[in-house]
Each structure stands twice: as structure tokens, then as C-alpha cells.
């Protein structure tokens, strides 16, 4: 699906066709989310310093956890299963 060398450390790759945001907090620490708002159910389109934006309402939410950080989001972002073959990310 993705390379980790191509998620950048302390932040992350959203990854339209799979509908997946995948997030690499730290070095080696890899997560990976639905894209969906858990608000609207619009798809977030952003990683800034503050978080994964959905661009609809203003919903950030934390790159590690995908808990809400701010704006009306009730729950956070639901997370999806992978894992790391060598060093591709690959949704299980």
C-alpha cells in the first residue's frame, strides 16, 4: 500500500483510494485510520502540525490516537487494521 520511507515522522499520508490516513508519530510507530469524519462523514484531505482536518466542519483529530482534538467530531477516527511487511504498510 505504502512505504513507511514515505510517510513522513511526525505526521502522515492520506491515501485516497484506499480511504486510509497513515501516520507514522514517531520513527517505527505506525497508524493508520478510516478517512471518513466521524462528524459528517466527509473524508479528511489534510495532515497539519495540529492533526488530521476534515475540511467540511473543522474536525482535527491526533495523529497517534485518532481521538478528536477539536471541532464537532463525536468519536475518533475509527482506526484500521494493517501491518508492516518489511517496510510496506499493508492493510490487512
Known amino acids: 500500500m505504502v512505504s513507511t520511507a514515505d510517510v513522513p515522522v511526525g505526521s502522515g499520508v492520506i491515501i485516497a ?25 466527509c473524508a479528511v484531505t489534510q495532515i497539519s502540525a495540529d492533526g488530521i482536518v476534515c475540511p467540511c466542519h473543522g474536525s482535527v483529530f491526533d495523529i497517534t490516537t485518532g481521538d478528536v482534538l477539536g471541532g464537532p467530531a463525536p468519536s ?12 510496506q504498510v499493508v492493510l490487512s
Open 17 to 41: 483510494s484506499d480511504r486510509v490516513v497513515v501516520t507514522q508519530p514517531t520513527e517505527g510507530d505506525v497508524h493508520v485510520f478510516t478517512t471518513t469524519c466521524t462528524h459528517s462523514g
Open 76 to 87: 475518533p477516527l475509527p482506526t484500521i487494521d494493517f501491518e508492516v511487511d518489511g517496510d
